[in-house]
């Protein structure tokens, strides 16, 4: 009878254990899990973190409006909306991350294992990948009658909506951002930036075939008007394509 009770006091004494506030606790499988789950929702990637990985983008002038994210707490991703570049962040413990990467030379990507440190560092060499591919003609652009802004028959009533008026200032602005790089001539650069200026005031007021209209015609109007030398209007051309491309507006 004794040893009887030995062997059930064993039992219980092994199902329970006391913490260090003096509570009896059940150690079972399912209150393990529930401890573990509890702890990886507290993980969290925190808002400052993310707001070093918007500032690597404002350093190198990325256009945040071609880029979506996702994810909660220990997740966090950033996609370019318009291809297949990613970057996603697994907070995996206190110290290190999860990451898994899409970069603009491998459709395939990778993942590896970081501390935050080193995930700044992975972070910027993808943006600056992305920048230099979005920014750099190939070298086999022409100055062609192609109809680049995809005008169709309905643009003939239709306004741009709301959303795609911001979309197409701040592209503009982009625009005149990259011309600016080219260093030149100032009185060349200040009237497309002017022209430019005048553009983004008349999105709002013009249906999309007047307001497309009016844009090409600019351009081409500036590149032949200044005598540019070919290299330089394909150049710029190609800045206007990779420029609007990239917003899916039909434009």
């Excluded at 529930?34 to 707001?51: A, E, G, H, Y």
Aim: aromatic residues 14%; proline residues 2%.
């Amino acid at each position: 009878m004794r040893g009887s009770w030995c062997v059930v006091r064993w039992i219980l004494v092994s199902q329970f254990r006391v913490l260090r506030t003096g509570t009896l606790f059940e150690i079972r499988n399912d209150n393990l899990q529930v401890t573990v789950n509890t702890n990886l929702k507290k993980m969290r990637i925190t808002n400052l973190q993310k707001k070093e990985l918007s500032d690597i983008f404002q350093k190198l002038k990325l256009n945040i409006h071609d880029f979506k994210t996702s994810g909660q707490y220990k997740e966090f991703k950033i996609e370019f909306k318009f291809d297949d570049f990613s970057f996603s962040i697994n907070k995996r413990n206190q110290t290190e991350y999860n990451l898994t990467i899409y970069p603009v030379d491998n459709k395939n990507g990778y993942s590896v294992g970081a501390k935050w440190e080193n995930v700044l560092t992975y972070f910027e060499k993808w943006a600056k990948a992305i920048k230099s591919e979005l920014s750099t003609p190939t070298g086999w652009e022409t100055f062609d009658s192609e109809n680049y802004m995809k005008t169709e028959f309905s643009d003939l009533k239709e306004k741009f909506s709301a959303e795609e008026q911001e979309l197409i200032k701040q592209n503009l602005k982009e625009l005149t951002s990259k011309i600016k790089q080219l260093e030149l001539n100032e009185e060349v650069f200040k009237t497309f930036e002017t022209k430019l200026d005048e553009l983004s005031k008349k999105v709002d007021k013009l249906n999309k075939f007047d307001w497309k209209s009016l844009f090409i015609g600019t351009i081409v109007s500036l590149l032949f008007t200044f005598g540019l030398p070919p290299e330089t209007s394909g150049f710029i051309w190609e800045l206007v394509k990779t420029t609007f491309s990239r917003v899916q507006l039909s434009i």
